[in-house]
């Protein structure tokens, strides 16, 4: 049971991070936030990365913690994963479809990064 309260609440805590990061960037950096509009920029990209990645690292320490096993952590990156993929492929948003909009290094970064990520939040975690 504490194993699914860890991935669970390492998703929650992946969307809290991401949301909460780019809702303060809205309000304190105007100028970033019309970056991230953007979407293709090189500034666009790395930041929405980065907010993702500082995402995938708290899903991955929370899911552990609250897990209580660092497989909490690995199973919480690639359920991501498998939520994200096919999004990435098959989804739309104000650009459309996400696959054509971004270039191939970014979707390959975005996708290793969340299990990896996540694997070592869960490491730090259990240290």
């Known amino acids: 049971m504490s194993l699914i309260l860890g991935i669970v609440a390492g998703i929650i805590g992946w969307i809290v991070v991401v949301v909460g990061v ?7 950096a105007p100028d970033l936030s019309a970056a991230l509009l953007a ?17 995938s690292l708290f899903g991955g320490w929370l899911a552990a913690t609250a897990g209580r096993s660092r497989r909490a952590a690995l199973i ?9 993929v096919p999004y990435h492929l098959f ?9 054509t909009s971004f270039p191939m290094w970014y979707h390959v970064t975005f996708f290793v990064s969340l299990p990896l990520l996540a694997i070592l939040g869960g490491r730090i975690a259990r240290r």
């Open 39 to 55: 979407h293709t920029t090189a500034t666009a990209m790395a930041e929405r990365l980065a907010i993702s990645f500082a995402g």
């Open 22 to 28: 780019s809702a303060a960037i809205r309000f304190l």
């Open 91 to 99: 989804g739309h948003d104000a650009m459309g479809p996400i696959w």
């Open 76 to 84: 919480t990156g690639i359920v991501m994963l498998a939520i994200f």
